[in-house]
């Protein structure tokens, strides 16, 4: 047997992180240990996304690519606030400083200082924003825009300043000036060439960009050096003059109390040049299309990184170069030899996407424009000079076409004839075949073959589903509407009816019946089947439709217009067992419960001689149960204070929780209150799947809130909001929507995501694949019900509100109605004979079924 | 034609939910009776041959291209109530048996 090899990677950006992922994923951990330093104190997180963590101010984890910070393979080991200092590569050891909480030993290590051994070392260390040497840079209030701790301190420095200006006006510095605009200060961005966007946009483009901009209140200065930046300790003003004017011409000062920079990036590649390693001219790593330094131990990738002397400043290229890593160490052929530097992005809630040769270099190129002052649409195609090939492109204001234009130039596909159909507005609707190794998403560099293979050979149906299998959509999203179209497309091409209809009874989604039921007010299934159906309806349709009626109203779920439609479990209030025997289900909120109350659980146990085990939902199941027994079970129970724990339904099951501050030493609220009063505001609410709770007193989170659909846990200053977690067969973590709430208002966030939910769902949806599947995602979530975009918020409460309302316990109710009782008896005509074909065993002192003999097929019962 | 004088009068037909189904013991076997919309009653062996748990007549009743159906509660495959024909698997079927409606009141006759 080899002795494992050891990985040591420098730096955890998004594409140290990515390489840590494709190492587990791809297996190099099976013969490799990983070890990662990274020298921010958090995780790698979304720097593409920096802007949007103004959002949820509080939550820099939003963000976070890795929420938790520990890797699921043990394999890989992060470490923290740690910095590498030197790189001994005769030795093959790298040196780390770190601050002593990171080792451990206070005492003995102030800033420890450790060497580590690697067989390969991989540099992922980024670059650094570059400050251009003005006069006057140092003063407070000069800013650069790269971490959330930047991001931190101009928040902070905002707070006192009334305008704020951003020294360039490339991609990120309309980013860093969207940050001003949100932070409520009045912005101007400066910058040298005479255009925004200077790399990626031509002059009509730019134009177009700064009337967008300007609407927003942004002030634009093209065409402008900065002389200096005034003030004395602390910044007042920019000083600057026109571009292409002689030093001393006049200057104009721009006021503002906050200065970022963001005038470009450079390599951080200083660590490599210290151990001899060589670097290109404008900085960066010089690596083979390997990656691979001249010393065949040593790797660099991302921005610190150069293959072939070129530094790419996107995240799509250093991810692609991480795969390359992972491939070499695997002795696989992949090879990094050049990168699609295509654009598209929303800024300040503008579309801008730049592609191919979109300055028409190429020789005889043509340039086709189309321009829309009035609504701010500018774009442009570069084709080929026989009019036959696509070149690349411009599109500001409107980039709905860039699904189909990008890959069209990457695979050269013919043009149609006419290719100015391609930007007019009515085109939009276009439908153009793309070849099969069209690139789709850009970043993580997934083609149209890759997703027709995950759709046809992998039983991938949902974009949820392709993500998850291919990774196409997961970083910037903006392929995610062509993945979607591939897949119809694909569906339509084999004759699979891409129906989402519920069933053969209904062509609407669970959705638009929802809505159908809503707006007409229908509380029977025979008005919705005649109306908007076909036949009798089924076992998919029935359920549906009678969760629905359940949500929108609050009757019982067994008044005769709806007890036939339910499901067997809601049909007799119990969950149906493999013998046909029923499990009583009594809630205890929160798991809280008191010695009398555990003893009647007992007692009752005891009497019907039922099967007893705790559940993960903190509360404890009763089997064995046969269906005509399930009447007096209850009637103990209801007698005794319990109700219904809801087991049997499609609704929420518990809010489970730790014990929070009134007893544990850790805690810092009181989860266990919490918890019992979601419970009991949410219980019997009817939904699309189950629905889990779970509120932790701190952030140890004893109660694994984060696997549930809604994770509460408590911070010093209220509760942070975690949605869209389950456990099963596909676990997934909740991700945070919310930070730093009083209790009323994460009350009102819940009941706005829970109805939210309820109503646009699929059938039988988990939270977490829902929010996968809207449009715009977990962000799309927080716009409804954190910032209340579509003006719901209201009319989500009042429903939540006439729920809570209208909430009565079932199986009182059903045990105060004698009609309701009549169904639960053995035989119509027999009442007194139990169901012969039950019968059960002794296993560790309690009752176990005796599987049914199964009856030989076509054989008399 | 069913047997009256052999017969098991097991219920009224109004004691059978409509689009709903009962259990009832016919010569020692447990017998699911099923009303439809169109108020027909149909009745089939009870024992769900994939679990071999009794308890069809718990299950939905509604349609699958022109057959009235019920579709087991326990792993949902859908059951003729015509013919007991289980839909999703051609091989597996449960017996059906002769059903009549005298004077309301609902009559069980032998295996067809």
Redesign the interface.
Known sequence: MTKRQRIVVVGHGMVGHRFAQAAVERGLTETHDVVVFGEEPRAAYDRVGLTSWFGHPDGAEGLSLLPGGVYDDPRVRLVLDSVVTEIDRAARTVTVVSPPSAVGDLLSNPGAVTVHDYDVLVLATGAAPFVPPVEGRGKDGCFVYRTIEDLEAIKAASEAATSGVVIGGGLLGLEAANALVQLGLDTHVVEMAPRLMPVQLDEAAGVTLVRHVEKLGVKVHTAVLTEEIEGGDSVTGLRVRQAGTEEGAPTEVVEAQVVVFSAGIRPRDALARECDLATAPRGGVLVDEQCRTADPHVFAIGECAAPGGTMYGLVAPGYAMAEVVVDALLDGPGTFTGADMSTKLKLLGVDVASFGDAFATTEGALELTYADAVSGVYKKLVVSEDGRRLLGGILVGDASAYGILRPMVSSGLALPDNPEQLILPASSGVQLGMPDEAQVCSCNDVTKADILHAVAEQGCESVADVKQCTRAGTTCGSCVPTVKNLIEEHFASVGKVVDKGLC??FRLTRQELFDVVAVHGYRRFDDIVEAHGT?????V???AIASILASQTSTHILE?AT???Q??ND??LGN?Q???TYSVVPRIPGGEITPEKLIVIGEVARDYGLYTKITGGQRIDLFGAR?EQLPAIWKRLVDAGFESGHAYGKSLRTVKSCVGSTWCRFGVQDSVGLAIALELRYRGLRSPHKLKGGVSGCARECAEARGKDFGVIATEKGWNLYVGGNGGATPAHARLLAGDLDTETLVSYLDRFLMYYVRTADRLQRTSTWIEQLEGGLERVREVVVDDSLGLGAELEAEMARHVGGYADEWAATLADPAKL??FV?????PD?P????AFTTERDQIQPI?????P????? | MIDLVRATAVCAVADIPLEGGVAALVDGLAVAVFRTHDGSVHAIGNVDPFSGASVLSRGIVGSRGEAPVVSSPMYKQAFDLRTGACLDDASVSVPSYDVSVVDGVVLVGGVR
């Open positions: 053969e009874h036949g009798r309806g089924c076992d349709c029935k359920p005769p007890a036939e439609l499901d067997t049909k007799y149906i493999r013998n046909g269906m009549e169904r053995s035989f119509v005509n027999a004979t169901d012969p074909t039950i599987a049914p003999a199964l009856i097929v076509g054989a008399p019962a």
